[in-house]
T-cell receptor
Framework: AAGVIQSPRHLIKEKRETATLKCYPIPRHDTVYWYQQGPGQDPQFLISFYEKMQSDKGSIPDRFSAQQFSDYHSELNMSSLELGDSALYFC????????FGTGGSPLHFGNGTRLTVT | SQQGEEDPQALSIQEGENATMNCSYKTSINNLQWYRQNSGRGLVHLILIRSNEREKHSGRLRVTLDTSKKSSSLLITASRAADTASYFCATPISSGSARQLTFGSGTQLTVLP
C-alpha cells in the first residue's frame, strides 16, 4: 500500500538559510499535518491542511510557512534557519476531520526529514 | 503543558515478559490512539480506542481506557526484541478553532533478548 512520502530524507543547512520540505500524502487522504520532533522529544504539531486550505495551526514559528497544492502534496518552507530548528520534521495524512470524531481515524506518518542546521 | 503524560519514561524488560505503559490526559476526548516509533523513523499507528470503549485488543496489544480517570494503558504481551521502540499515546484535542492530535511524552521500551 502507498505510504506518505517525504523528501528529502536528510537536509543540512547553515544558519539564516532557507529550506523546503516536501510531503506526498496517501492517495485520497484529504488532510496533511506537519510535526516537528526535537531530539528525545515528542512530536509537536505545526500546521495542518484540509482540502488544500489551512485547517489548524500549532506552534509554528512565523519564519515557517506551508501550503498544500492542487495535487494534495504539501511543502513546508522554513526561512532564517536557526540552530534550534534542527529536528525531525514529519508529515502525516489522514481522512480529515474523522480524526477528531468518536469514530476516529489514525494519522499515517512519513519517515520524516532530518534537518540539521549548522 | 502536555495533553498526555506517559509513564514510565523508560522501561527495560526481558524478551517474553509483558510491558505496560500508561498515559494520562487532561481534556475530554473522542478517541485515544497509540503510536510506535523506531529510532529516527516515522510514527506508526498501533491501535485506536474510542471514548465509549473500555478495552481493545489487537494481536499482542491490549489497550484500556478509563475516561473517569483520564488515563489509558498499553500492554504488550510476550514481548520480543523487535518491540524495542518508543511508544506514544495521542489524543485529538480542540482548543478554540485549532484542532490537533497531541502526543504524550512517550515511553522508551527496550526488550532485551
Amino acid at each position: 500500500a502507498a505510504g506518505v512520502i517525504q523528501s528529502p530524507r536528510h537536509l543540512i543547512k547553515e544558519k539564516r538559510e532557507t529550506a523546503t520540505l516536501k510531503c506526498y500524502p496517501i492517495p485520497r487522504h484529504d488532510t496533511v499535518y506537519w510535526y516537528q520532533q526535537g531530539p528525545g522529544q515528542d512530536p509537536q504539531f505545526l500546521i495542518s491542511f484540509y482540502e488544500k486550505m489551512q485547517s489548524d495551526k500549532g506552534s509554528i514559528p512565523d519564519r515557517f510557512s506551508a501550503q498544500q497544492f492542487s495535487d494534495y502534496h504539501s511543502e513546508l518552507n522554513m526561512s532564517s534557519l536557526e540552530l534550534g530548528d534542527s529536528a525531525l520534521y514529519f508529515c502525516a495524512s489522514s481522512l480529515g476531520v474523522l480524526v477528531f470524531g468518536t469514530g476516529g481515524s489514525p494519522l499515517h506518518f512519513g519517515n520524516g526529514t532530518r534537518l540539521t542546521v549548522t | 503543558s502536555q495533553q498526555g503524560e506517559e509513564d514510565p519514561q523508560a522501561l527495560s524488560i526481558q524478551e517474553g515478559e509483558n510491558a505496560t505503559m500508561n498515559c494520562s490526559y487532561k481534556t475530554s476526548i473522542n478517541n485515544l490512539q497509540w503510536y510506535r516509533q523506531n529510532s529516527g523513523r516515522g510514527l506508526v499507528h498501533l491501535i485506536l480506542i474510542r471514548s465509549n470503549e473500555r478495552e481493545k485488543h489487537s494481536g499482542r496489544l491490549r489497550v484500556t481506557l478509563d475516561t473517569s480517570k483520564k488515563s489509558s494503558s498499553l500492554l504488550i504481551t510476550a514481548s520480543r526484541a523487535a518491540d524495542t521502540a518508543s511508544y506514544f499515546c495521542a489524543t485529538p484535542i480542540s482548543s478554540g478553532s485549532a484542532r490537533q492530535l497531541t502526543f504524550g511524552s512517550g515511553t522508551q521500551l527496550t526488550v532485551l533478548p
